[in-house]
């Protein structure tokens, strides 16, 4: 097992050409350069399972190309920016056990490719939002343990293909949406 630590140097920006970029389960601390945004070509990020902290760049949403972006297991803060909605090719979006804040976006629902969407354990308030209906290819969606409020949107009834949804923990009032009833029954 590596142990990696220090910082992400900015000059990682400069590596136009990089596809995949894993560098997990590592001790890298400090935040996540702004630079990262220059890796165009960046289908795959993943910085899980390490001590990041800072905000997560807004820079990410010139990464038109990304499909996995996995920053779980850190110590980031700060809002999901609102950008994370132009990376429509997102199939997995892993944001949980941080310490990130503010509402979820509602941007979030731009990612009609998306398979999962993990934003647990985290410090995120406000309403679940409506447009989360719109990730009709979701099949994970994981917001437990945050301090999110008010209804379960009905919008969660358009996701027909959920398997799994993870809500406990959070403030959440009001029935359970009858449109539940849309999701598929396990095959």
């Known amino acids: 097992m590596n142990q990696i630590s220090g910082t992400i140097p900015p000059q990682i920006g400069s590596i136009k050409k990089l596809e995949v970029f894993h560098i997990f389960v590592n001790q890298l601390n400090g935040s996540i350069p702004g630079e990262i945004g220059h ?27 990304l499909s996995y972006l996995h920053l779980y297991e850190n110590q980031l803060s700060g809002s999901i920016p609102a950008g994370i ?8 979006l892993h944001l949980d056990t941080n310490q990130l804040t503010g509402h979820i976006t509602p941007e979030i629902g731009n990612l009609i490719n998306a398979k999962s969407f993990f934003a647990s354990s985290n410090k995120l308030s406000g ?35 959920l398997k799994l949804l993870h809500l406990h923990a959070n403030q959440l009032s009001g029935p359970i949406p009858s449109e539940l009833g849309n999701l598929k029954k396990p095959e």
């Open 85 to 92: 909605g132009k990376l429509v090719n997102l199939v997995e």
């Open 127 to 161: 309403p679940i939002p409506a447009e989360i209906g719109k990730m009709k290819s979701l099949k994970e969606l994981s917001l437990f343990e945050n301090n999110l409020s008010g209804p379960i949107p009905k919008t969660i009834g358009d996701l027909t293909e």
């Open 39 to 65: 890796l165009r070509c960046l289908t795959e990020l993943d910085f899980s399972t390490n001590i990041l902290n800072g905000s997560i760049p807004v820079s990410l949403e010139n990464l038109n190309n």
